[in-house]
């Protein structure tokens, strides 16, 4: 009788009621976690537990023990491993055609499926937001990377709780979660030690992350969090982020296998490569020596060759048109051919490199003896190959977000260190062109499919029988989370954390494992990225081109831009414009761009660039605000640039007040900003306090003082005088120590825009790279004394 009686309790137990408001609209749900079969009820998430029975027997020996309440993932769901490549475009892979060996993405694409016609948004932040949550990336407000997010809705930056990620989804059923690697989600006045923490990994589904936050980092000297504490990097003059971040993701698989072997897991693996800064290690550089003397225009037609060949696009496909200002091959002079087919060595070394710890990766898949039972899929690159190097490519990308222009004899200074720590490189826009053939346009263009469509593969032992099959529907990343949640006999969750979810965009892929020639289900698709703008429906693909990677400025007004027309099932390249014969569907179509862009929150339409980066400008959240001064003290370090008081294009004053212990001689860094390719820092070497400016680690300015700082405490101040009358001018520093003059000085020039993706702001030390050489980074550059406040005020 008690033993039924406990029954009864346990299944009243799983009857709950939940009221939940989300988007102004207020709903009533009757939710039941366990249907009337006894099986959990997974569309609201978390899965409520039980109530907790009551019981009366007085010895705990005499008691029936009740039932223990588990969430369990389905019985036989998969473990899933989710890789993301940066910046890799159509011809990435050597199984797509590319000049680069690509092994390990060939292995998965031999032994499961591979797509040809899958497409990302464009770039990062939208690609990476949509993967992960199976909707449209302006549905995430992500209309563009975190960086340059706005006001408007669709555009925000902030990923809205409708929205939540399938790596969410997937914990609340029972999976273990990890990510390794690139984030670039978490709006950036979030990353910060005052958080909010909502949009962090650990809160967006990871019970673990290890990774960065910014849409790239120094691979020799990355910025790295686990979970939300920064990683002191080892002193290891061999150390590359790619071999780290697969070393800890070998070492979670190993370690959650060994402690619950029968739990699955679902892994994010986003390396930064081959995003720049093109950083690898000398051996893999030389592997490709010579490999692209022949340059890009014959490499392109090589590529659409063997693309041929091997059946990756149909017979008959014709190269589109190079864009204009991408220059004949043969036409360079014969130090630009020296110089580029260097850069293109060293991508194709980088490239080599995180393909092999890919390898290495699902080696250590295959040693736990579950591969039949894991699904990898594999997205070589979250948009096409970056175009961001412009015409000759650049030895630091920050000169790319300033504004400055390299020229190839300064950039040939540095040849033999290309790749290595001494430098930040990109390379030139033509060897992007190339790797996104058959097609005209690269990354950021969100109109072509040259800046869209990446090679994908799945392999599923257990559930995909054919080997290398290729699949040809037209597929999107926002179609990766349904088909995980699908393979894993999952439904789409209504409600998950008591709030309403909006229904994901995408459509499941498990349609096509098993049968190449099912019928498309993803019909339409639009694509927007900062004014570049298209729509596929059906086969027709309409489109217009308004701005260029490499152009600083729009082509024309929105409303003036001009639109092409492409039947996509008889023209692969999109070469054949048929606008001009067919304007009744370009209407149609574009009337349908209009629909879909209204639905998905794409409205209006923001073509502004670099005036993105300033929060002001365009109503991002700014944690400074209108602030003109910012208290610090030693221990505040890791602070990026969104969060930190903008000193940039203005007159600036920084105090320290710092103690020096008897019989010590004064020496490190009291307040520093950015790295090795472009920051500042004041500081004290061998007892002499300093300011140096350091202009994209192209130029350095020094103001030094004439006297030893001696034992004891001192208010040191640097007080810069900007000249004003625009954007990166100089100005006229000078130091004090306890109010005496000690040194001054001209900085010539000051870098507008930006110092680093992910280079900080520290006091007490420079992290990462350093601004000083002679002071060093990392513990080498610990301030030795105290600083007991340090004030930075602008004007």
């Known amino acids: 009788m008690k033993k039924n009686l406990i029954k009864v309790f346990v299944l009243l137990g799983f009857m709950v009621f939940m009221s939940c408001k989300t988007d102004n609209q207020e709903t ?41 309440f588990e969430v369990k993932a389905p019985e036989g769901a998969p473990n899933v491993i989710l890789v993301l490549v940066d910046d890799l475009g159509f011809a990435g ?21 591979y797509f040809n016609n899958f497409h990302t948004t464009a770039v990062c932040s939208p690609t990476r937001a949509a993967i992960k949550s199976g909707r449209n990336h302006h549905v995430n407000n992500m209309a563009f990377i975190t960086e340059m997010a706005t006001g408007f809705p669709g555009a925000t930056g902030e990923i809205p709780q409708n929205v939540t990620p399938v790596a969410e989804m997937l914990r609340l059923n029972g999976y273990s979660t990890s990510a390794f690697g690139k984030w670039h989600e978490t709006a950036t006045w979030e990353t910060s030690v005052s958080g909010p923490f909502d949009r962090w990994p650990h809160r967006q589904g990871f019970d673990k992350f290890y990774g960065f936050f910014g849409g790239e980092t120094n691979q020799w000297a990355p910025f790295v969090y686990d979970g939300t504490h920064p990683v002191e990097l080892p002193e290891d003059p061999d150390y590359h982020f790619m071999n780290d971040m697969t070393n800890q993701a070998v070492a979670w698989i190993k370690y959650q296998k060994a402690l619950t072997p029968d739990k699955p897991y679902f892994m994010y693996f986003a390396p930064g490569a081959t995003h720049a800064p093109h950083h690898v290690p000398e051996s893999y550089i030389k592997k490709w020596k010579g490999k692209f003397d022949e340059g890009w225009d014959v490499m392109r037609e090589q590529i659409l060759a063997r693309q041929i060949e091997i059946g990756i696009v149909p017979k008959g496909t014709k190269l589109a048109p190079k864009p204009e200002a991408i220059p004949a091959w043969e036409s360079l002079t014969a130090d630009q051919k020296k110089l580029f087919t260097k850069q293109a060595e060293v991508f194709a070394g980088f490239l080599d490199m995180t393909d092999h710890e890919i390898g290495r990766l699902l080696d250590a898949v295959d040693a736990t003896g579950q591969a039949d039972n894991t699904m990898i899929i594999f997205v070589y690159g979250d948009n096409g190959t970056s175009a961001e190097g412009g015409a000759n490519g650049m030895f630091s990308e920050m000169t790319y977000f300033n504004g ?72 999107h990343v926002i179609d990766v989370a349904p088909t995980i949640l699908e393979a894993a006999g999952l439904p789409e969750p209504k409600i998950v954390n008591g709030v309403e979810q909006r229904p994901m965009d995408g459509i499941s892929l498990t349609y096509a494992f098993n049968d190449a020639k099912a019928k498309e289900r993803h019909t339409t698709q639009y694509f927007e990225i ?21 152009e600083r400025t729009v082509r024309r007004p929105l409303a003036e831009d001009i ?81 930190f008081i903008n000193i940039k294009n203005r007159s600036k004053t920084l105090t320290a007040d710092v103690e020096i212990p008897s019989g010590k001689v004064a020496n490190g860094i009291l307040i520093a900003q950015g790295g090795r390719f472009g920051g500042w820092a004041l500081y004290v070497k061998d007892g002499i306090v300093a ?90 550059s610990k301030f030795n004394g105290r600083i007991s406040k340090l004030i930075v005020e602008v004007k």
């Open 28 to 68: 009533s749900t009757d939710i039941s976690t366990v249907a009337e079969s006894g099986e959990i009820d997974r569309t609201v998430l978390p899965i409520k537990a039980p109530t907790r029975p009551t019981l009366t027997e007085l010895d705990v020996r005499n008691a029936t023990l009740p039932e223990r």
């Open 93 to 113: 892979t050597s199984a797509f055609g590319g000049p680069v060996a690509t092994p390990t993405f060939d292995r998965l694409a031999s032994e499961g499926i």
């Open 404 to 475: 400055v222009q390299e020229t190839v004899e300064d950039m040939l200074k540095k040849y033999d260190k290309w790749g290595g720590p001494e430098t930040y490189p990109h390379m030139a826009a033509g060897w992007a062109v190339m790797l996104d053939a058959p097609y005209q346009w690269t990354k950021q263009v969100g109109s072509d499919f040259g800046g869209t469509k990446v090679g994908m593969s799945i392999r599923w032992p257990k559930g995909i029988k054919a080997n290398g099959g290729l699949r040809t529907q037209f597929s």
């Open 530 to 550: 900062a004014g570049n703008r298209a729509i596929y429906h059906e086969g027709w693909y309409a489109r217009t081109i308004h701005r260029a990677p490499w």
């Open 563 to 643: 639109w092409e027309l492409y039947d996509v099932a008889n023209d692969f390249s999109l070469t054949n414009d048929l606008a001009a014969q067919n304007p009744d569907k370009l209407k149609e179509m574009q009337a349908l761009f209009m629909k879909e862009a209204e639905k998905n929150h794409a409205l209006p339409i923001d073509d502004r660039l670099f005036e993105r980066m300033i929060a002001a400008n365009v109503g991002r959240p700014d944690v400074m605000g209108d602030r003109k001064s910012l208290s610090l003290a030693e221990g505040m370090v890791g602070m990026s640039e969104n969060v």
């Open 691 to 780: 300011y140096d400016y350091n202009f994209l680690g192209m130029q350095r300015f020094t103001v030094k003082a004439t006297q030893k700082l001696t034992p004891g405490t001192h208010t040191i101040k640097f007080d810069f005088v900007y000249d004003g009358g625009g954007i990166g001018k100089g100005g006229l520093a000078t130091l004090y120590i306890d109010d005496k003059k000690v040194g001054e000085g001209r900085i010539e020039r000051t870098q507008s825009a930006i110092f680093s993706a992910d280079e900080t702001a520290d006091v007490g030390i420079d992290l990462a790279t350093p601004v000083v050489e002679t002071i060093g980074a990392e513990a080498k």
